[in-house]
């Protein structure tokens, strides 16, 4: 029995922000920011838009495209790390809104940029157990509700969105291979902290040369991780979907699996970072415009706060 993706749905945020809008308030420039990390824009939330209203938008998208009926759906599991409110989960809100089963379990995980990967890996593990047959996953974040926009050398990083997965059963190959790791020893290399002017609010601070760091050396292992132990090689991999955090680092990562970067989804430079939103958004991409085609092999991978990092091979 496999899990196998039957469709995906992304949702960005109106609203535009480019590098050049934040060398108006912070001491950058455009050119800067694209040497750094290979972004040029990036979708920002509006006031009334949120983490729970991204991840219907895009969820609603992937139920769109599939030819399921919304009541197969028996699990429902949103990455986040900016939930809208503490509780009920963004996973109780989604089901509500969307008019999902009454019933079915539905709950948030948390693994920051990791969050999509965790999430799929524990979909494919419900799908082999048995315990359910048709799960929706969504990464959603609203990362700039956590910046602090005076400081430059991270708000140029990140953006909003929410992108989605639906995971089917099937006797035909979808996810064959998953890898999931995290390290507590390093969360104060990237974490946030309550602002002690803002009372009730908590802005993001990152090491980011330390984070750089520890993200390739991790990605370094990652042939070792997912691919050998079922048998596969880097030739077998088609295409490379990984976490959008640095064009810099997904160049690496490319180089590591001898793929050129016109096999590799990159999104990043109109994205930036959305977090647990980022691998759905960029897988959402490629498969609407056809770039991905029915038996290739995709490699997703993601390294974030934690620190936590998971990869996972499927077919489509
Ligand atoms: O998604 C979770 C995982 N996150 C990541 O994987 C992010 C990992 N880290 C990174 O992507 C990179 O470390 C950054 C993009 C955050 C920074 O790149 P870096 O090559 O590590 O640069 P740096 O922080 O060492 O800064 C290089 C220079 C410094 O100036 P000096 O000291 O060389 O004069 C910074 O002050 O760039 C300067 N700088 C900037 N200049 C203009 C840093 N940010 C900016 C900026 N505009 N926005």
């Not at 990455?79 to 089963?101: F, N, Y």
């Not at 799929?120 to 315990?131: H, K, N, S, Y």
């Not at 609203?142 to 990140?158: A, G, N, P, Q, Y």
Request: with cysteine.
């Amino acid at each position: 029995m496999f899990a196998r993706l039957i469709s995906t749905g992304g949702y960005l945020p109106e609203k535009i922000v480019t590098n050049d809008d934040l060398a108006k308030k912070i001491d950058t420039t455009h050119e800067k920011i694209v040497e750094l990390s290979g972004i040029h824009s990036r979708h920002i939330a509006g006031d009334q838009e949120n983490t729970i209203t991204m991840a219907v938008q895009a969820a609603q998208q992937a139920i769109q495209s599939s030819d399921i009926d919304p009541d197969e759906i028996d699990l429902v599991l949103i990455a986040t790390c900016t939930p809208e409110r503490k509780m009920p989960s963004v996973a109780c809100d989604v089901q509500r809104i969307l008019g999902l089963k009454r019933g079915i379990p539905a709950f948030d995980l948390n693994a920051a940029c990791s969050g999509f990967i965790y999430g799929t890996v524990l979909a494919d593990q419900f799908i082999r157990a048995q315990t359910a047959r048709c799960v929706l996953v969504v990464g959603s974040d609203k990362m700039s509700e956590v910046i602090d926009w005076s400081d430059r050398s991270t708000c140029i990083l990140f953006g909003d969105g929410a992108g989605a997965a639906i995971f089917k059963a099937d006797s035909q190959p979808g996810i064959l291979s998953t890898y999931l790791g995290g390290d507590g020893q390093y969360a104060d290399l990237l974490y946030t902290a309550p602002q002690p002017d803002k009372p009730g609010q908590e802005t993001l601070q990152m090491s980011g040369r330390e984070v750089f760091k520890n993200a390739t050396k991790t990605l370094e292992r990652l042939v070792d991780d997912v691919l050998l132990p079922v048998g596969l090689c880097r030739d077998d991999i088609d295409w490379l979907i990984p976490h959008q955090a640095n064009l810099r680092i997904i160049r690496m990562t490319a180089k590591l699996l001898n793929l050129p970067m016109e096999r590799v989804i990159s999104t990043i430079e109109h994205h930036a970072n959305t977090s647990a939103a980022s691998i759905p958004l960029a897988l959402d991409f490629a498969c609407r415009r056809g770039q991905i085609k029915l038996g290739e092999h995709i490699l997703l991978e993601a390294f974030g706060a934690g620190f936590t990092w998971g990869s996972v091979v499927l077919q489509y």
